[in-house]
């Protein structure tokens, strides 16, 4: 073998590991890495960013949509620091991500020297696993291990730390071969008692999500659905699990819940909960499902052990991918008839029935919008959002396809991290070529704005719908809520968006009545860069469902 770099080992590493694109910023701490990146650039997409919390988040996206672990270098202290928020969402949305640190040299280190971290006491709560690669020759060891533990049981962010010094060592190692993530099968016991339970209940209801579906999981899933007539919901964030469609269908179990599913939620007796974590957003603030004991019967199906009976105490905990789950769910026999099939029908109704909107005040009618972006978009383009009320129209009035059609379509942080949505559409659209959809707030945009100069210089384009209400209108809606008329920290005085979007090489433009949409939409699908559409919402349409000045007289009157 000929000796090279260890930081070109490393890139080689991550091409074995079917590494197609990293993101990142550089920094002096891992100029050989970047130098492998430029060795190997026939093989790896180096997506250069203009700050490392938009970084992250392109990894984390690029994680989400893969299932494999998304790459992201930064450079230690500052690059660590920003990068953070993008290592807590893959953390919460347990998404398969590997963060590499550049860190001082270890002839400097705990001086406090330049840009200096601990980085295993800093990420400890926010990462599955820090560790620090210390000698060279054991890098393809530490990169398997770190795909391995990103992608096995509750998927989630790893951070590498690379030594300057060490980076430059020169070694003859070879990479390890690729790892993929292990399955974890359901036992035989459990899938009868589950059956059993299924035949005693009266209203079940399956609420999926989480991450590792594919389509042979997701189709799985679909027949166990339509075998045992069962409604579904799909958890917060994941609404694009089952098919919006299909007519068992029941809706999404998350933020601006549709009061008649929360309900149901609640009246069930069976929740079959195949995937997702059972977070505060899809339990309702653990009332739909009361921590730590429901009163529905609860069965809970995750790929990691140690998250079964963590929150909730189960009535049956199986320890399963969602490959195996859905595979051993589908061949469960079920009866002739059921006695819930009037139950499934009424749940889905309530669905539909929740796509109707209430009539708001002002010139922009938000479901027509969204109504607009259904009919134009295609089937596969990916839908992405970070945090605000600006999200909810899309989650409420949207219809995913599932991952039925193998393809996902919804990049959203259940951990609720603003600024997420534009480097997301841009990191999908970089890295598919599918049509990137955006929905930003002016708040949430401004968080990683700056991330349309990446698009711009890797010739990649997004269309960002941008609601711009001049307020942080979600913390304005809790303090009506609380401090009514107190309006306090939650004003906004927003540049010229349009122009702005202009200034980066995307074509931006303003509307402000309803019906200038479609022809605007149609011509961002139509043009070759990205486009900002800049979206004027009066600040009385505060949810899809009512206005803020209600808010306000509901708590004056308390
Ligand atoms: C990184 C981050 N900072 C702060 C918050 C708290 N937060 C949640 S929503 C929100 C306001 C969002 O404003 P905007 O994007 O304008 O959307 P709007 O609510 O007005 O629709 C804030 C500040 C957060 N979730 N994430
Ligand atoms: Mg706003």
Redesign the pocket.
């Known amino acids: 073998m000929t000796k090279q770099a260890a930081g070109h080992l490393i890139v080689e590493c991550l091409i074995e590991q079917g590494v197609e694109f990293a993101f990142g910023v550089p920094g002096e701490s891992y100029l050989a890495v970047l130098d492998g990146f430029h060795a190997y650039r026939d093989k790896v997409r180096f997506i250069i960013n203009r700050q490392e919390g938009g970084a992250a988040f392109m990894a984390e996206a690029h994680g989400k949509l893969t299932g494999r672990p998304g790459i992201c270098f930064v450079t230690r202290g500052p690059g660590a620091t920003n990068a953070s928020i993008g290592v807590h969402t893959a953390f919460q949305d347990s998404t398969p991500m590997v963060l590499f640190v550049g860190d001082v040299a270890a002839d400097m280190r705990d001086r406090e020297a330049f840009q200096e971290v601990n980085y295993l006491t800093f990420f400890a709560p926010l990462a599955k696993r820090v560790e620090r690669i210390d000698d060279a020759k054991r890098i393809p060891e530490y990169i398997a291990r770190a795909f391995a533990t990103a992608m096995n049981g509750r998927p989630g962010p790893v951070v590498l730390v690379l030594p300057e010094d060490m980076l430059t060592h020169e070694v003859d190692v070879a990479p390890l071969p690729r790892v993929d993530a292990v399955e974890a099968w359901s036992d035989p016991g459990s899938l009868r008692k589950l059956r059993e339970m299924l035949l005693a209940s009266a209203r079940p209801l399956v609420i999926a999500g989480g991450g590792g579906w594919t389509m042979q999981s997701a189709q799985a899933l679909q027949r166990f659905a339509e075998n045992w007539k069962l409604p579904v919901g799909n958890a917060f964030r994941f609404q694009d699990t089952f098919d919006n469609h299909h007519p068992l269908y029941a809706g999404d179990v998350g933020i601006g819940l549709n009061p008649k599913l929360a309900a149901r939620v609640k009246d069930s007796d069976l929740i079959i909960a195949i995937g997702p974590r059972l977070g505060e957003m899809t339990t309702g603030g653990y009332t739909l499902l009361e921590a730590p004991r429901p009163r529905q019967k609860l069965v809970h199906i995750h790929s990691s052990a140690e998250e079964l009976n963590r929150v909730y105490n189960a009535d049956l905990a199986i320890n399963s991918t969602m490959n195996a789950a859905a595979r051993s769910l589908e061949v469960l026999t079920a009866p002739v008839s059921l006695p819930w099939e009037e139950w499934s029908r009424a749940c889905n109704a309530d669905y539909l029935a929740n796509l109707e909107p209430q009539k708001l005040p002002g010139d922009i009618d938000m479901p027509a919008i969204v109504a607009v972006m259904k009919k134009l978009l295609p089937a596969d383009a990916v839908l992405t959002n970070g945090?605000?009320?600006?999200a909810s129209w899309m989650h409420r009035f949207f219809k995913h396809h599932g991952l039925v059609k193998g393809l996902k379509t919804q990049l959203a942080p259940t951990v609720?991290?603003?600024?997420y949505g534009v480097p997301a559409g841009i990191a999908a659209a970089i890295t598919t070529g599918r049509v990137a959809l955006t929905m930003a707030?002016?708040?949430?945009f401004l968080?990683n704005g700056q991330e349309l100069a990446t698009a711009v210089q890797h010739g990649a384009k997004s269309i960002i719908v941008l609601?711009n209400?001049g307020?942080?209108?979600?913390?304005r809606m809790h303090q009506e809520r609380d401090y009514p008329t107190h309006v306090s920290g939650s004003q906004l005085h927003n540049p010229d968006f349009a122009a702005l979007a202009r200034a980066y090489g995307y074509a931006g433009v303003r509307i402000t009545k309803t019906q200038e949409f479609e022809p605007e939409f149609a011509a961002a699908l139509a043009r070759a860069e990205g486009t900002v559409i800049e979206v004027m919402l009066d600040q009385e349409v505060i949810t899809t469902r009512g206005t803020l000045g209600a808010i306000t007289d509901a708590a004056l009157k308390r």
């Open positions: 945090a605000g009320n600006f609720g991290a603003m600024g707030g002016d708040g949430d968080m609601l209400n307020m942080y209108g979600t913390i």
